[in-house]
Structures are given as C-alpha cells and as structure tokens.
C-alpha cells in the first residue's frame, strides 16, 4: 500500500500523469473529506484538495518516503492549506458566515445525532476541529498532530478533551441527561 | 484499556455523523487538468494547424485527424463560397454609392436642360455660377 503510494509520487515527480490519476483515485476522497470538516465549506474544500494536488506535483521529488508514508504528508498539506484558507476568508466575514450559517442548518436527511454534532462542530475553532479530525478520524498520534498544526503535545491535548467533551455530550445526549439528574 | 474503547467508540460515532458534502462529480477531472495539464484538451486537437481560413471550422466533431483532404473539405467550399459573396455584395454597394454621387451634368440644350431634375438643375447653376465668379 505504502510502497505503490512512494513509487506513484516518485513517477508524478517526473510528471506521469497516469501515475497522479492513480494517486487521485486513492486519496482525493479522503483529503477533500479533511479539508471540508475544517473548512465547512464544499467548494472551498474542492479547491484545497486540488490545491494539495497541484502541490504534490511541483513538491513531488521533494517527497521523502523514509520519513513517513504520502498519505499523512498530504494531510498535513491539507491541514495547513485548509487553515491558510480559512485565515484568508477572514476579511470577507460575511461571506464565510453565511457559509457556515448554510451549514448549520439541520439537514432533513440526517440524524439528530450527526445534526447534533455539527452543531458542536460549527462552534469549534478550525484549528480545533482540524486537531480532531487528524487525532480521531485520520490516526495521526498526538505529536504529529502537535508537529502538524505547530504546537507542543499538550496545548493538543487540551484542545482535543475540551473538542471530544463537547462532542459526547452531542453524541451521547441521553447520558448527559442521565449525569445531570 | 477502557480509554481505548472509549475512543475506539467515540472515534466510530464521530466519524458516521461527522458528515460532508458529496464530492461534485466533475471534481476529479477538473483536478487532473490543474495539477498536470495535457498537451491538448481532445487527444490529435490543436497539434496541427487547422485547414480552414476560419479559427474553429475543421475541427468540429473531432474529424480535424481523419484522412480527409482539407482542399476538397466540404467545410472549405464553404468558406470560399461565403468570401466570393462577401466580394460581391460588397462591390454591388460600391456601384450604388458610386452611382449616387454622380457629378453635375452639364445640359448643352434648352431640351437636355429641361430633362434635369429639380436637384440636378440647382447643381447645374450652382456649379456654371461658381466657375463664372471665380473666372
């Protein structure tokens, strides 16, 4: 898995676009997935995960496959294009207000687990929401998620129990309760 | 070991209701031509120059790399039949200005001078006056 990833990037590092087709096809999902929980935006979140591809292409040979695997180097890459976004869209507050305003809304579809949850989700910092997502849902350990966003280990850990306190409580809803009384 | 089932769970139920966006279905071929842009948008497109005079005849279909011969091409009788017309009707319009500026006549008995029109005599005089003053 880890070796066709190193020896696709080694042949998009001498421009084989059948070798980034491939790429795409295994990762493109997942980074677009990373960057929309941070961004909570989809087509911003298209956009990055292009952008990541863009730079996969130019940073290629650049890419070292004894320090790490591809797939965590273009989610940190990810990460870092995600917040620089949203840093970016900062001035135009509007904008990426009535974006997120868009998406709190509770989808009909969903449940009121999931609705819940993004309800918690759209009150946390994007760097918060970033350290969640790359801890739980992308298996970074605490140092690589610490390495990722700039930090030391324990300003992550601080962020991720007051993130997954806040997302029990919105996905164990009853237990709340139950604690409460 | 209860942690990691904490987490173990927690990570599950996040990840089910932590719900995105479906992905558009073009987002991937948008990406493959910004990350590396082929040579040409159709595969034999845009290599060789077109055979028409005109940007964009030739190419419809994807016909531009067949073995026709762009002299007898259909599309190019075309062309040439629309630059001949051009010719034409652009000459026609020559004739008519040219006829409508036509210069003063000049009248050499009372029977001509009466087959003027009234804008043709005012030139007439106009023109014989001018001429005798600057004399």
């Known amino acids: 898995m880890q070796q066709l990833d190193d020896r696709l990037a080694e042949q998009v590092a001498v421009g084989d676009r059948a070798a980034l087709a491939q790429l795409v096809d295994r990762h493109h999902a997942q980074i677009y997935r990373h960057a929309c929980r941070i961004v909570r935006d ?140 | 070991m209860t942690n990691n089932n904490d987490d173990t769970e927690f990570t599950h139920k996040l990840a089910n209701s932590w719900t995105v966006p479906e992905i558009s279905t073009d987002a991937k071929s948008r990406l493959l031509n910004a990350a590396l842009p082929s040579p040409s948008p159709l595969k034999g497109e845009g290599t060789t120059p077109s055979p028409s005079p005109f940007k964009g005849e030739g190419r419809a279909e994807g016909k531009s790399e067949g073995k026709h011969n762009p002299k007898t091409h259909p599309k190019n009788n075309n062309a040439r039949w629309y630059i001949a017309s051009s010719a034409l009707a652009a000459g026609l319009a020559l004739m008519v200005f040219i006829s409508s500026t036509k210069p003063v006549q000049n009248p050499s008995t009372p029977t001509e001078m009466a087959q003027l029109s009234d804008d043709e005599l005012l030139n007439y005089v106009f023109a014989t006056t001018t001429l005798e003053e600057n004399n």
Request: glycine share 4%.
């Open chain 1, 42 to 181: 989809a087509p911003l979140a298209e956009d990055i995960a292009q952008d990541v591809f863009v730079k996969l292409c130019s940073g290629a040979a650049r890419f070292d496959a004894e320090r790490g695997a591809l797939l965590p180097w273009l989610l940190r890459i990810t990460t870092n294009a995600a917040l620089d976004a949203k840093r970016a869209l900062k001035p135009v507050s509007d904008l990426s207000e009535a974006n997120e305003l868009a998406d709190q809304r509770p989808d009909p579809h969903a449940t009121a687990e999931s609705n819940a949850v993004h309800a918690v989700i759209a009150q946390l910092p994007p760097r918060q929401r970033a350290a969640i997502a790359l801890f739980y849902l992308e298996g970074f350990s605490m140092t690589e998620v610490a390495d990722t966003l700039g930090t030391n280990s324990k300003a992550i850990e601080g962020l991720l129990s007051r993130g997954k306190t806040a997302l029990q409580a919105a996905l164990n809803p009853d237990a709340q309760k139950g604690y409460a009384a």
